[in-house]
């Protein structure tokens, strides 16, 4: 549904100096359930004045700590190191580790199943002109949509 719930014990001031920190949550948010027709919303708590989010919604495998809260997460301490050149290839790696999923296939004592279709498809819905919204600039948006389907999506059946 898109919504951001506030833990009870934040102050409005607190939430009033994170309005750009909360702005780049609810973009990624929705980005993330449109692509992968999710329904999911965050709690939003604060630590020294600094967002952290969490699923709302109980997982059907709750040991899956790879969800959306996290990566908002990280996109948001990323946003406050952005010169840091570093996290674009952290970032490329997260990818490179759901695509493993994917690369395992290509084994010729692996067939091909609905399995691999499905995790394929939702790869690409997640991945397809892709890139973290909300802070960083143009040129950087398009060299990462550029470098997933160079590194990833074009190897793709």
Not at 17 to 45: G, H, P, T, W
Not at 55 to 69: D, G, S, V
Not at 151 to 156: A, C, E, N, S
């Amino acid at each position: 549904m898109n919504i951001i719930f506030f833990d009870k014990d934040a102050s409005q001031e607190t939430i009033d100096k994170n309005v750009d920190n909360l702005r780049i949550a609810q973009l990624n948010l929705s980005d993330f359930n449109e692509r992968m027709s999710k329904n999911y919303d965050l709690v939003c708590k604060f630590t020294n004045n600094n967002p952290r989010f969490f699923l709302k919604q109980e997982l059907k495998y709750p040991e899956n700590t790879n969800t959306i809260a996290s990566q908002i997460n990280w996109l948001l301490m990323w946003k406050r190191e952005i010169n840091d050149r570093n996290y674009f290839k952290i970032f490329f790696n997260d990818i490179a580790r759901d695509f493993e999923e994917i690369n395992r296939y290509n084994s010729p004592y692996i067939q091909k199943d609905n399995v691999y279709y499905k995790i394929v498809e939702d790869f690409k819905k997640r991945y397809t002109d892709y890139a973290p919204l909300g802070f960083l600039d143009k040129s950087d948006e398009n060299y990462i949509k550029e470098e997933i389907n160079k590194k990833f999506l074009q190897h793709i059946d």
